[in-house]
């Protein structure tokens, strides 16, 4: 399976105009190609193929209009062509049907002002790691990296990023075959939740944090502040750059965070199963879907490609029926229960029953898992993973 590594990278001001024209060569050509489909659909002609695609690039270079594009890798050209296959055939898989999900749009332009710049360098582009640990770029030249974990292999790929807050960072694609850890006892089900971030079935509560709660606090002050700018001013721009930088540190620690916790009860458990979101974002607020919604599937990824990578089994449950309401120790199915109410008996068995708990227990049953404690215990402490052990997915970064 793919796995992605990604690191900072610290590239010098002549390393930085050098990825600049980069990240500009390749927007031009993504969006030279894109226009060249919408001309020829607008006049009726047929699809422009990727080879033909490819051919005209080739062509374009040895004109006076676009011979600055040699300046930069071809690799990093052919693969901004190679992105806009991509997204075409994303299209048009949704159009067709093909594809799970929200339906997807045709490419749009790629923009000098959005939040992410990014450039690929395939293995043939002789991207290298020399002693010395910097890594090397064709045209660019040897980029200081801080390798904050090891790179478990021989990457076939490399993307150079730039985000909104001016960081770069370059995330390596890993091909790895999977290692089962030996195998263990245990096994739980898993209530995301909005108190806490999740609850397992043995009764332990896992809340988010305090250095994500921290970057959280600390990312709305910014969007405080940043409210409270004059349009167009300087400090307005100051504020903004602020506020990406704020940003991109809760993104960072809560992925740090979501690794930390998959990778522990992968590690922990044989078997782990959770609630299919789809079917609980039903039973939601607008607001709390839209917060919590993306992070909650990001986690539920990682525990499902862990899963994979160490032998482990991952179920996702479907809900039929409202786990909330079912009594976990007797199965008994008792009124609705608004969220308000955290924790009742039930009136049949007389357990007393914890609102998340239980629903963690009851989706450990739906997947068929051994339970091992009554809804009503609850446990402390969660020992969290090494940093080393987090990998993420392509397209997780
Ligand atoms: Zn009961």
Redesign the pocket.
Known sequence: MRLRYSYRLYPTPGQQQALARAFGCARVVFNDGLRARQEARAAGLPYITDAELSARLTAAKATPERAWLSDVSAVVLQQALADLNAAYRNFFASLKGERKGPAIGPPRFRSRKDLRQAIRFTANARFKIPPGGKLRLPKVGDVPVRWSRPLPGDPSSVTVIKDSAGRYFASFVIETEPGALPQTGPTTGIDLGLKHFAVLSDGRKIASPRFLRRAEKNLKRRQRDLSRKEKGSRNREKARVKVARAHARVADARRDFHHQLSMALIRENQAVAVEDLAVRGLARTRLAKSVHDAGWSRFVAMLEYKARLYGRTFIRIGRFEPTSRT??????KDGPKPLHVREWT??????W?DRDINAAVNVAKAAGLAVTACGAQVRPGFALAQRSEAGTLPGAT
């Not at 009594?327 to 008994?332: K, L, N, R, T, V």
């Open positions: 009594c976990s120790a007797c199965g008994i039930c009136p049949a068995c007389g357990t029953l």
